[in-house]
């Protein structure tokens, strides 16, 4: 029985958010060439984090989303 949920996008920027609020990455798929689809392990709260994010009221530090961007970059150059 699977207990731990996850939670795809395709939006670089969302993802780097929600690593920075603490969702982990838990994998990748190459959807086609030039688009690729991250596997987050999903909390109670992603929902809330996503209209926050949209509504331009998310808060992180932007040290650490700033990290994640550039984790996130390095990793598809790497990767693929």
Same mark, same amino acid.
């Given at each position: 029985?699977?207990?731990n949920k996850e939670y795809t996008s395709s939006d670089f920027y969302l993802t780097a958010y929600l !690593?920075?609020?603490g969702l982990e990455l838990i994998g990748t @798929?190459? @959807?086609d060439p030039h688009r690729t689809l991250f596997i987050l392990r999903d909390i109670p709260e992603?929902?809330?984090l996503i209209q926050s994010y949209y509504?331009?009221?998310g808060s992180v530090?932007? !040290?650490a989303y700033k990290d994640k961007i550039?984790? !996130?970059k390095a990793m598809l150059h790497n990767n693929y």
């Amino acid at each position: 029985m699977k207990t731990n949920k996850e939670y795809t996008s395709s939006d670089f920027y969302l993802t780097a958010y929600l !690593l920075a609020s603490g969702l982990e990455l838990i994998g990748t @798929t190459k @959807t086609d060439p030039h688009r690729t689809l991250f596997i987050l392990r999903d909390i109670p709260e992603r929902e809330a984090l996503i209209q926050s994010y949209y509504a331009g009221k998310g808060s992180v530090n932007p !040290l650490a989303y700033k990290d994640k961007i550039q984790n !996130l970059k390095a990793m598809l150059h790497n990767n693929y």
